[in-house]
């Protein structure tokens, strides 16, 4: 299986500071890449697909980049509403579809 | 706009059966694929199972071949997980979601609320 690694496992920002989220794949999985963000009690919610699309709704403060191995998840300038857990989601090896552990994004 | 159920989740002891339920609404439910996707208590997300528009691809997680079956109703507009032989690592909330692609490169787009199962003595 594929295993992604995301880092930094939590962080905290203040509002209005831009916020990188990295995740890397053991092996390359081209742009199959998605970014989800996961509210407290919430199910998730696609953010970001194919590595670079912002999904339909989606703010635009919130951005992805990335190929091959390495992938960012950016928000340019954080609000109080993005306080989440944020999880990147490989769909290269299918079916062995695999996410990464996840990034708990506080405010400082 | 689109609505997933997911219903059927509980109290269970190890070895045990239970089957989840997702109904769908707001779309044409026939027309995309589907998953199981599940959250153990203060873990991250485990994809489960998947199933294609007709039902002939299906494809598990190791950790549960053999112990669950996916299968669908596209008549009822319903997706189902039946679970055997349930273990203490089951526990998990347990989410039913829509494959926006549809070419085995799955982007979930819409997710059900959950339902929570809990395997226990």
């Known amino acids: 299986d594929i295993q992604m690694t995301q880092s930094p496992s939590s962080l905290s920002a203040s509002i209005g500071d831009r916020v990188t989220i990295s995740c890397r794949a053991s092996?390359?999985?081209?742009?199959?890449l998605n970014w989800y963000q996961q509210k407290p009690g919430k199910a998730p919610k696609v953010l970001i697909y194919?590595?670079?699309n912002l999904q339909s709704g989606v703010p635009s403060r919130f951005s992805g980049s990335g190929s091959g191995t390495d992938f960012t998840l950016t928000i340019s300038s954080l609000q109080a509403e993005d306080v989440a857990t944020y999880y990147c989601?490989?769909?290269?090896?299918?079916?062995?579809?695999?996410f990464g552990q996840g990034t708990r994004l506080e405010i400082k | 706009q689109v609505q997933l159920v997911e219903s059927g989740g509980g109290l269970v002891k190890p070895g045990g059966t239970l089957r989840l339920s997702c109904a769908a609404s707001?779309?044409?439910?026939?027309?995309?694929?589907m998953s199981w996707i599940r959250q153990a208590p203060g873990k991250g997300l485990e994809w489960v199972s998947y199933?294609?528009?007709?039902?002939?691809?299906?494809y598990y997680a190791d950790s549960v071949k053999g112990r669950f079956t996916i299968s669908r109703d596209n008549a009822k507009n319903s997706l189902y997980l039946q679970m055997n032989s349930l273990r203490g690592e089951d526990t998990a909330v347990y989410y039913c979601?829509?494959?926006?692609?549809?070419?085995?490169?799955?982007?979930?787009?819409?997710w059900g609320q959950g339902t929570l199962v809990t395997v226990s003595s």
């Open positions: 979601a829509r494959d926006a692609v549809g070419e085995l490169r799955p982007t979930f787009d819409y």
């Open positions: 707001g779309f044409t439910f026939s027309d995309y694929y």
């Open positions: 199933i294609t528009t007709s039902g002939n691809t299906i």
């Open positions: 092996q390359t999985i081209s742009t199959y």
């Open positions: 194919a590595a670079v």
């Open positions: 989601q490989q769909s290269y090896s299918t079916p062995s579809i695999t």
